[in-house]
Nanobody, 114 residues
């Protein structure tokens, strides 16, 4: 299974972006899907995750602004990012877990700047 991340770009503070993580196969078996991000000079940070029961988790820094979802019919997970701030600037990586294995997508860059 391969994961393809997309949707990053340059946006002004206060703007929105939606990241997508499309799997080459069914995501129905993925127990957890989510997003990490890493900014230059900073540690990797878990941004959000969603399990196959729909339970979501968010980093405190994005609560109330970001929403993670998954569409099993489209084999895709989404991260809707609203009210973006300059500190959200980072490479964002999607991942999925299945039976102890972790699959990673390539990074998609998010830049928040005026």
């Amino acid at each position: 299974v391969q994961l393809q991340a997309s949707g990053g770009g340059l946006v002004q503070p206060g703007g929105s972006l939606r990241l997508s993580c499309a799997a080459s196969g069914s995501i129905f078996s993925f127990r957890v899907m989510g997003w990490y991000r890493q900014a230059p000079g900073k540690q990797r940070e878990l941004v959000a995750s969603i399990d196959n029961g729909g339970t979501t988790r968010y980093a405190d820094s994005v609560k109330g602004r970001f929403t993670i979802s998954r569409d099993n019919a489209k084999n895709t997970a989404y991260l809707q990012m609203n009210v973006l701030k300059p500190e959200d600037t980072a490479d964002h990586y999607c991942y999925a877990t299945n039976g102890g294995r972790v699959y990673w997508g390539q990074g998609t860059q998010v830049t928040v700047s005026s």
